[in-house]
């Protein structure tokens, strides 16, 4: 495991365009995972406001964007994974990736809430979306939160 590991990292460190398309399928599914999750997150905190049929219209759209969301997340895993190897040492010893990976948990943790509120919510209670609405406040939140700490995690370490 040890040599396999070392094998990758010289590659990655040798070659601009392993870098590249790794770093590309990194920040891709960021921008769009989490950008469909804040669009999504934003038009769930107007239907909070609007009445039943609103909240219901709005509903209808939450899977196509749970699909987006995971696939760009699974993506988002493999890449991180993959860079992560090229200096395994280094990521383990950093505070700056701890924060991140424990930032990513969370996120992926309110996902969960998310869904079930949003299947609780068909049938309108008012305690589902507010817990939908406290959820997607927490999406938004994490999703810029999980992002800046990549970029500190790439210039603090």
Known sequence: MTALLA??????ANHAAVRTIIAFLHVGPIVTGGG???VEDRALLLAF????????ARLGG???VHRVVIASLMVLVISGLLMMATDLDTFLQSRVFWI???LVALLLANGGLIRRAERR????????WRTLRVTAVASMTLWLLTTFAGIALQNIG
Do not use: C, F, P
């Not at 919510?121 to 589902?128: K, L, P, S, V």
């Open 7 to 12: 094998s990758w990292g010289s590659l990655y």
């Open 36 to 38: 469909a999750a804040i």
């Open 49 to 56: 406001r609007g009445d039943t049929g609103a909240r219901r």
């Open 62 to 64: 939450l899977g196509a």
């Open 100 to 102: 991140k990976m424990g």
């Open 121 to 128: 919510a068909t049938i309108d209670t008012d305690a589902q």
